[in-house]
């Protein structure tokens, strides 16, 4: 039965500061207020719990130091009334994000409409109310009391023809400046003067916790400089745009390479006018989207289109009686903006020379990549894109067995061998987890001993897997590198795009890993380190020791070379299909042709217009907000998981799987147990994202279902057909629920009901029913949750697909088998539970697989063309329960390479190399 959890009220706040615990710190406050007014509390309860407040509002313009003085007011003068009146307004004003437009959410009194319009300046008047707003956050050594003029004075630079309005925000040392960009997602440009100091002014215990589990990273240095400062901020949060404003020498600084992290450099405050410029025209880089301001701009144009694209303009749909409907359902603008041309302000993404190369180059300065490629037939298609420019017939590539099936498919296209490597199994849930580093280094290290390390080309792993599991992308780029410098790495991120815009899960970002380690090559120190390590180890370690070692690669050899594939639609705001491909390879032009033709391959040369928009305009979100959003998803995700542990009956039937479930201990390695487990903070969360070879992505929460007595299919079907509630993926015993940038709290409270409700009939029927009610209960939970398969590992392929392979090492020539089963005539189907198979199994000949039979749910081929069919997948096929299985049609059976196709294949007799196949023969 389910663990069961005490609520914890505080769980999420402790750990995780989002945007949601900051609305719940002022209902608190609204709470004390009212119970001041009738009575059951008093002033000082109010004014502590206010105090407690004010360290962390301070990192907000709103409310700010004129309403938080309003409320002190109203403590001083012992007004319950106002001070729960004037809490009310704030906390709608904050859930509502009403304060961000024009209105009188900023003054203390309701009705004073003068008094608003004294506070905020002209330009804020109502009738330009729709202008994005942000925040800017001033680091200043001036005294905290002058805060408030400073305040006004940059107010006064406004002007009406600002695209954009912000509010300043003041902190006065390095510790407030970090904490405010990490608690105020509306942060999007940072303003550092000279004179701040190093620790916060504050004692809040809140911001001490926050601050001290960044210590080590961060706050060594008590004369921490202007320029480190923001290399700091750049670091949490590298979107913002930083300006340093200096009396000092600004050329020595401005010349230096590190000045690189600061968008301007500024010679003291008499240039405000110009900061202010500089904010703005920062801001709107990021706004502007090439592709989508270009396509909106063509819109707008009366064209006359004589090209194939009847359905552009729309006429042929609104003059139609039978298609109107479709033209009233997604509005003229969809086909206005429908084109097929690449011209008239349009570009073409097959040979990007314009607004779509420009959108593309935004793009990768989001993703901290050299370039990106914007792909409109989802990662399926990035994936192979890259596996086909990169890989050459005969190369060798080490892939994950339970990677999506594109890469699979990819190299099959490119003719490149997969050697695969085996996830760690999570049996009880029929799933499998990542791939541990030492399988990987042990693929290499047996491909260096047999002399064919110069074959391998790329390592091939799915980061964050589908359920969950991320890399320690940089320590298994790092420890790779050390046995091979040059090795590729095509990281596939389809449901990890996100993780960009979060400090926490970026370091275990393909990119986020990929600048990690460019920074450490180029530090002079790092060769010292590596040079150490070779002296211990001697001249000839043996394999074991390098494989219990962790590996330093030489900072002088290594050719970085990463490639990740995201699915932007999967965790952003791209249309469905909206794919990228971001690379960082410092030898690309050496594969620049590859990657055109790669392009040409599989690109449509009718890519779809919205698709590309949508891409662009993610990146600005992503670029705007995307921070906040994350921080969002997080909190949503870790809320979802706490309501389920601490619902008295939901727990009784349904769990999600912590960290400690989803993660073996021998991969937890700082210990770090669960987001939820009571002893988590903050120190433990951070030291577990460094150190740890997995992490659980907190967003991607498996429900288990089983132990309510639902299969994952069925539970999937009544959460969608009675409660309108979509998951992700299922298990024979779990769903897949994710949190993105789009859940809200009603989302969660949604969601909560709906597994009450289910909770409470299934104890209801329990409870009412007779005793064989309770023993088929008991009896399909535990057909579930124990009853299930083993996971096959990857057999082997057959040798007519291995002429070339070593005799340590599994790769074998995939295309070779799927070529193969081209020739009907060398094909034969025996149904899976024919007693042939049986037969086979014990005496020969082989049972080779003709295709790839990928059921899904798990998802994972279990057969890939070529492959030796063995009593473990055999078995795993007959207990599966679920429907799809790609690549198997039940009524024909099993699609095998025939025993005589295979010997023509091995150019020999069969018996020579094959035990029993002279019988079929
Ligand atoms: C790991 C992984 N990679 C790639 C893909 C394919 O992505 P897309 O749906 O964008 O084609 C998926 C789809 O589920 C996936 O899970």
Redesign the pocket.
Known sequence: MPKQTKPQERTIDKFFNGPSARADRWQDLYDIARAWVNGTKNGSDFEGALADLTATEEFYAYPGSHLMAALRDSVATDDPRSSAALVAKICRALMTRSFRKPGNDWEAQEDDEAAVRDVLPPTLGRADARRPYFETLIVTGAPAERWPALSSEWRRLRRPLDAFVYEPVFVGSVEDAFCAIMLNPDIAAVVINDGFTFRSRHKAPMLRTLTSAFENLYFQNPDASALELATLLKHVRPELDIYIVSSRRVEMMAGSPEAAVARRIFYSVEELLELHLAIMEGIQDRYDTPFFDNLKKYAQRPIGTFHALPIARGKSVFKSDWIRDMGEFYGINLFLAESSATTGGLDSLLEPTGNIKNAQEKAARALGADRVFFVT???????KMAVQALLAPGDIAIVDRN??K??HYGMVLAGAQPMYVEAFPMTEYSMYGAVPLRTIKKALLDLKSEGRLHRVKMLDL?NC??DGHIYDTRRVMEECLAIKPDLIFLW?E??FGFARFSPFLRPRTAMGAANDIETWMNDPASLGVYEQQQSQLGDKPSGQTLLNTRLIPDPRQIRLRVYQ?N?T??SMSAIR?G?MLAVKDVDFHSVEAQFKEAVFTHASTSPNQQIIASLDVSRRQMELEGYGLVANAIEIALAIRQAVASHPLISKYFQILGADQMVPPEYRQSGFTDYLSPNTNWVKAIESMRNDEFCLDPTRMTLVCGTAGFDGTQFKGILASRYNVQVNKTSRNSVLLQSNINNTRSDVAHLIRVLAEISTEIDQRLSRGENNVRREFEGRVNSLMTEVPNLPNFSRFHEAFRKDAGTRTNEGDIRGGFFAAYNAEGCEYIPLSHPDIDKRLKNGPTLVSASFVIPYPP?FPIMVPGQVVTQETVDFMRKLDVKEIHGYDAAEGLKLLRPDALARILGGPPAEKEKGSRKAA
């Open positions: 037939n989802g990662t399926s298609t990035s994936n990677c999506h594109s890469h799915t897997t589908f596939d389809a449901w594939t699915s639609h999967k299909q794919s998802g």
